[in-house]
């Protein structure tokens, strides 16, 4: 009988042996009981609310534009202050990595954004060693030792923009509150604002919010903004953001998402690998929709220039940035060919995204930042509207004749998902794999691609030239082979230990696809 596993484990818990008013900062808390009780019950109502919007899209009622609001036909506009007006690049990276949120600082990126969401392993020691780095990197005050030079390294003094990614509404956080769950967003937020001052601040204290699904939910981030800087004696709008547009609904709701915002938010920015995912969840039954393999996708497929230009229309349309997305591919230091390769590919990208009239990207390493930025105009591109723009475009063209689907192509993705498993089960949440940065948002664009080809039992060549079907046994049999490849082929050397994580995180990536076909129906025991 197979495991399944229908969930993305979104309940971390914290050490069994935490006394949050001893072990927490002091007072914490207390300040974070009230808020608890105040965010939680909402978080959980608007959870309940994303499972019935994804469950009728399954029946067919997929996400469209909304009726006519003041947030849409009123002539409200957000006040861009001037610290954020450049941020032709904002470099990303895993918060619980001290030496490399130095190097991004330190980096000359207009932004930095330091991550507790995708690219940290949601593990309790992860986030909280993540909050105690973005403290230390807002106070000026962390970091690392370079161990080849033998020297402590700290932050340079600059103008870059740091922003702080907390984990989103569909993850809990349990174990501070005995036998409660509470929000993860609410305690990342409440975490990192106990324990800053404005005066230590070169700017307000900014959020970047991920993963929404609806415009309501900015009322809960709103609210939330507000009840925090109330209890730290803050102005109302003390607290800034930017919001990611990385879910299907939410592309359908920006103007109202960011109205509800409008004291608040800067800018939005098209999470495009979470996007993708989501795209590919919501369209599942839907034979049409099954996506070639991830990367003979082109940056420019029309999916994602539709909303490339539905995007930045929005938001210079109210006075906010527009920010693109992240190039997969990383440069080596050491892999000539391949970092000239990854070079040119993040200019074609950052271009046609600066063409698309967006104000600036996301980058993940630092070589990449001077390449970016100077594909973008300076400071931004507020001002460039386009005389024909349509910002009720069809965002759902169809990815029909867009690149192959090939037997390799099921191969690499399921070889994707166990070691990018493998790195979560390790605290990694987030590998460079095959040149590739890979964190959970491509991790579901592949577990989601596996599933809807079996959903739709795919026919594709192997390497031999025959038709496969696609077949939860086909599924399997590819996760057993990719695995024992994997044994042969990595540095475990009879580790039992190592050998022990990989078949976990076999299992356990096996497991979610299998998840995902039990919930369309498939047939998988």
């Known amino acids: 009988m197979k495991t399944v596993i229908s969930t993305d484990f979104p309940v971390n818990q914290a050490a069994s042996d935490l006394d949050p008013p001893r072990d927490l900062p002091g007072g914490f808390y207390d300040f974070l009981l009230p808020l608890h009780k105040a965010f939680t019950p909402r978080q959980q109502q608007l959870a309940a609310g994303r499972r019935r919007v994804l469950e009728a899209a399954h029946a067919g ?61 949601n593990a309790w020691p992860n986030i909280t060693l993540g909050v105690r780095n973005i403290v ?49 967003a609410l305690f990342d937020v409440a975490m990192v604002a106990y324990q800053v001052e404005p005066s230590q601040l070169k700017h307000p204290l900014t959020i970047y919010i991920p993963k929404s699904e609806a415009a309501e939910e900015a009322l809960w981030w709103r609210d939330l903004f507000r009840a925090v800087s109330q209890a730290r004696g803050w102005p109302q709008d003390y607290i800034k953001c930017m919001a990611l547009v990385e879910s299907h609904p939410i592309a359908y709701q920006m103007e109202e998402f960011a109205y509800s915002l409008r004291e608040h938010i800067m800018g939005l920015n098209l999470g495009r690998w979470d996007y993708m995912a989501s795209l590919i969840d919501f369209t599942l ?68 995204e600066a063409n698309s009239l967006m104000d600036g990207a996301w980058t993940g390493h630092p070589d990449q930042n001077e390449i970016a930025v100077n594909q973008f105009p300076y400071p931004n591109q507020l001002q460039a509207r386009r005389k ?46 095959d040149g590739y940065m890979e964190d959970l948002a491509t991790d579901r664009i592949y577990r989601y691609m596996i599933a809807q080809r079996t959903v739709h039992q795919v ?36 580790d039992a230990a190592a050998t022990d994580s990989y078949r976990k995180a076999r299992d356990q990536s096996e497991g979610m696809v299998l998840g995902v076909l039990e919930a369309q129906g498939v047939r998988v025991r």
């Open 61 to 121: 009622q997929l996400p469209n534009y909304l009726q006519p609001s003041e947030a849409t036909t009123g002539s409200w506009r957000v006040s861009l202050p001037g610290w954020c007006q450049d941020q032709r690049n904002q470099m990303t990276g895993p918060a619980d990595d001290a030496e490399l949120v130095v190097k991004m600082l330190n980096s000359g990126a207009p932004g930095v954004m330091l991550d507790l969401e995708d690219s940290v392993a």
């Open 388 to 433: 024909d723009a349509d910002i009720h475009k069809d965002l759902r063209p169809s990815p029909q004749g867009v690149g192959k689907r090939t037997l390799q192509g099921t191969r690499d993705a399921i070889r994707t998902v166990i070691r990018y498993r493998n790195g979560v089960l390790n605290g990694k949440g987030a590998s460079l794999l």
């Open 136 to 184: 230390a990197a807002l106070r000026g005050q962390l970091t690392y030792q370079d161990k080849k030079r033998n020297r402590e390294v700290a932050i340079n003094e600059s103008k870059t923009v740091i922003l702080t990614r907390p984990r989103g509404l569909h993850l809990e956080q349990a174990g501070i509150v005995k036998g409660e769950r509470m929000a993860a």
């Open 285 to 352: 039954h839907d034979p049409a929709w099954v996506l070639p393999d991830r990367n003979t996708i082109p940056h420019d497929v029309a999916f994602f220039q539709a909303l490339r230009e539905v995007m930045p229309e929005v938001c210079h349309k109210r006075g906010m940035l527009a920010i693109g997305g992240m190039t997969a591919l990383y440069p080596s230091r050491e892999d000539v060919e391949l970092n000239a390769r990854a070079l040119k590919v993040l200019e074609q990208d950052k271009k046609n």
């Open 459 to 494: 026919k594709v060549p192997d390497a031999g030239g025959h038709t496969v079907t696609h077949s939860p046994e086909l599924v399997t049999q590819l996760f057993d082979e990719e695995l024992d490849r994997l044994l042969r082929e990595s540095s475990t050397n009879g």
